[in-house]
């Protein structure tokens, strides 16, 4: 059973580009989170999906990012018109249920790097 | 979610001594807590998690204590080995909630 899987793991954007991440559950899981991680900070909350749904967006910026997960096919990361503060690794993580259910854990991909230039 | 801290950027301990992770959290309504250890340039890795309904959890040289009075958890990793030495970090989450508040996180180096 492949673990989570994101790539590319390191992308490198021009301002004004468009950068697309994108992330493979573990087999059976249909909870989706993303998070951003800034050079010696810890994770912070992005946004939550579920099948064809957007649950909670609250840590996304409300300019430029986007994320979706079809029924077919990974979840992907969309950020428009990248700038230099955009540049931090991106981290997915899934789940077979949601996380405040019992015996459920969150599983992490490996992170795709976004430099910007 | 509210914001779940670390109380030492860093940790240097000698190989075969004992660990202590501190970890602070200020949400009332958390009862799920994990430690995640991140080695550099790789993704958080799931070690020990805990329910609020317990106050001591044990898995392969970790523990993990949960004392609800003061908010405050804390990863012991017994007899540490190279192959510790990573960033630590604590996160948590409510039982009405399903978003995981991570702290910023102790970096360990373990001494030969």
């Known amino acids: 059973n492949a673990g989570v899987m994101q790539n590319p793991r390191h992308l490198v954007r021009r301002r004004g580009q468009e950068a697309r991440l994108r992330c493979s559950p573990m087999?059976?899981?249909?909870?989706v989170y993303w998070y951003r991680q800034l050079p010696e900070e810890g994770l912070k909350f992005m946004v939550y999906l579920q099948k064809e749904n957007i649950i909670d967006e609250s840590g996304m910026p409300k300019e430029r990012f986007s994320a979706e997960f079809p029924k077919e096919g990974p979840s992907i990361l969309r950020i428009q018109q990248v700038v230099r503060g955009d540049s931090a690794a991106y981290f997915c993580?899934?789940?077979?249920?949601?996380?405040?259910?019992?015996?459920?854990?969150?599983?992490f991909g490996q992170g795709t790097r976004l430099t910007v230039v | 979610g509210e914001s779940v801290g670390l109380h030492l950027p860093t940790l240097s301990v000698q190989e075969g001594d004992n660990s202590i992770i501190n970890c602070a959290y200020s949400n009332s309504a958390s009862d799920y807590f994990i430690w995640y250890k991140q080695e550099s340039g790789k993704g958080p890795q799931f070690i020990i998690d805990?329910?609020?309904?317990?106050d001591k959890r044990q898995g392969q040289r970790v523990t993990v204590l949960l004392n609800k009075t003061v908010k405050h958890l804390s990863l012991q990793i017994a007899a540490t080995q190279p192959g510790d030495s990573a960033v630590y970090f604590c996160a948590e989450t409510g039982s009405n909630d399903y978003k995981l508040s991570f702290g910023a996180g102790t970096t360990v180096t373990v001494r030969a």
């Open positions: 993580a899934s789940s077979p249920q949601p996380l405040q259910n019992m015996n459920t854990e969150a599983f």
């Open positions: 087999k059976g899981h249909s909870h």
């Open positions: 805990i329910r609020s309904n317990m």
